[in-house]
């Protein structure tokens, strides 16, 4: 059945501008979401239909079934043809070989503007641009990466004109970067640096190797986003916290961790690392639970569990998503104590099948 994805995404921007969001709000864009989605989204639909769970039955946003992050590798879940989707966005591989979740976006009208509204709300300062260097590829090397279109963006609408990347082909500008670093120094000028944390990792390396650290000026702060992925040497965090704010003279208070993944359209953020594992939280269109992976049930405040977010925006392929990460809840938003383990991780996987199973009838 062809549709129009355009009224969907006008309801969507039009919350997305909402100052302020209560359960009953939230509640009734998550259902029209869900009643879209069961519609459009073929494998979804079946999955919802084998759970007895429909529009017809489903009344609150808790009850939308979560779908495990896992069927993004191997289903298209997507409303609109793939075929007439604008960009899709790709994991890196790195669980499961060469197979790789594939996250389909109409156009990124709703994608960009949750990013930068979340972004300018939790790490802007009050700023309206702050010199930036990014430490990742850009869009034009990865054009299927979620991070580097994110860092293009943050670039893009928050950096000031001597902003910059300093990863290229040929891997890391050592150079460059300390130009940067000590015209920020000299000047006083805030700086930023953002980029995956085996990238601050490789930026560490290299500057401790040529005997060079930091103290950058106040208001400069420290981004990083996602594990090593076998592409650095492994630091615990309290340790990677330490020595980044030892490298770049930045409190550990200005050290951010972004939560993200290709599977979402909205990032979660925490508000430093002066302790870690530090809180994780959202905007007000993506909420988070901690559940039990086999029963779906919601877990007690202070009780491990695995994270399950719904993101609103994403509104083509599922809202509901069922991690592999392992959390605990708080009155603020939820801690990330790391990937399933044990049970935990077999609950995933039994997820996973029963999903796939369903999804393929």
Known sequence: MAHDAS???EELMAFLHLQEVDDSAFNAMALRLFKYQAQFNLPFQRFCQMRGKTPLTVTHWHDIPAVPINAFKDL?????PTQNCERVFMT???TRGDIKGRHYHPSLLVYDTSMR???????MQKLPKIRMG????TVDMMPNSSLAHYLNLSLKHFGTQDSSYFMGPS??????????????QQTGEPIALMGASYSLVHAMDALNATGLNFKLPTSSWLFDTGGFKGQS???EANSFY?????????????CFNMYGMTELSTQLYDAGNNTTPSVKRGPHWLRTRVIDPISGQEMSQGERGILAHTDLANYNSVTTILTEDVGIATDEGFVLLGRAQGSQAKGCSLAVDEFLQAARI
């Open 7 to 9: 009224s969907i995404e």
């Open 92 to 94: 890196s591989g790195t």
């Open 233 to 235: 040497r492994e630091i």
């Open 117 to 123: 509204l979340n972004f300018q709300q939790h790490l």
């Open 171 to 184: 891997g890391l500008d050592t150079q460059g970067l300390s130009l940067a670093l000590k015209e920020a």
């Open 242 to 254: 330490e020595q980044l704010s030892n490298t770049f003279g930045v409190p550990r208070s200005h």
């Open 76 to 80: 298209d879940l997507t409303c609109t």
């Open 134 to 137: 990014i430490l990742f590829p």
